[in-house]
Structure formats: structure tokens, C-alpha cells
């Protein structure tokens, strides 16, 4: 798994651990809800603390913004979180998509709905890539 640039303090509720991994990520509400089969405000609801994601969704959840389950409940783990990483951690990824992009968020909006489908699905890179190439000999 890649690692987190940024985690939050040890003392953060669910809801900001959910928020802080999916800004880092580069994903929108919309991103991840769309992927999870929920409406948008449903998402909205577990990162403001007024509904809580049950176990499954949570998982899904984990697999979408890349980040292992155990990161959503750091009192759980021994000796805390890692300390932050990086000096782009609380950066959020630009509007527009770059050329080579380094992070999920700088993808477009399709991209980004690709890799959340992809990620939720568990399906490896290597396959997805062997699929395009399969689709694209068949069009050209």
C-alpha cells in the first residue's frame, strides 16, 4: 500500500479521519459516494459525525482512498499513528488534471471515478491494464 503523506492527530474522530484521507486522495464526496452506491449527503453525514458507516462500507471505504482499515482507528493501534509526512500534506490537489500526475486528486473527474471503481473492486492495475489493451486492439 502506498504510504499516507498525511494522518490525522491521535485524538481525531472518525468523521475527520474520513474527510482528512479523502481530501489527501484527491477525491470528491461525489467520487466516493457514487462508487459506494449512496446518495452524496449520506457520505456527507459520515465525515460530519451524524451517521457512522457500517463495517462493510467502512472497508469499501478504505479500499477507495487506498489506506489500510486499521488507519480509521488509531487508539486502536500500538504506539499511535506515524507522525506527518511530507511537506504537500494538508495540500489539496489542483482543479485542473495534470499531464503526469503524481496523485489520484489530479486525475479528471473520470479518471478519478475509474480509480475509486477499480480500487472498490479490487481489481490490480496489471489486469485493468491488460483489459485496455484487450479493448483497444478489438477498436483499432
Known amino acids: ?38 446518495s452524496r449527503s449520506t457520505y456527507t453525514y459520515y465525515e460530519t459525525g451524524k451517521t457512522t458507516p457500517d463495517p462493510a462500507t467502512l472497508n469499501r471505504i478504505a479500499k477507495i482512498l487506498n489506506v489500510p482499515l486499521e488507519y480509521f482507528f488509531s487508539s486502536e493501534l500500538e504506539g499511535g499513528l506515524p507522525p506527518l509526512l511530507g511537506d504537500r500534506a494538508n495540500q489539496r490537489a489542483p482543479k ?26 479490487s481489481i490490480p492495475a496489471e489486469d485493468a491494464l491488460a483489459i485496455l489493451e484487450q479493448l483497444t486492439r478489438q477498436r483499432y
Open 1 to 38: 500500500m502506498k504510504k499516507i503523506k498525511y494522518l490525522p492527530p491521535d485524538g481525531s474522530t472518525l468523521a475527520e479521519r474520513l474527510r482528512a484521507f479523502r481530501v489527501q486522495v484527491g477525491f470528491s464526496q461525489k467520487n466516493v459516494a457514487d462508487v459506494l452506491n449512496v
Open 96 to 121: 485542473k488534471p495534470k499531464l503526469d500526475p503524481e496523485r489520484v486528486g489530479e486525475l479528471s473527474s473520470g479518471e478519478r471515478a475509474v480509480v475509486a471503481f477499480l480500487r472498490d473492486k
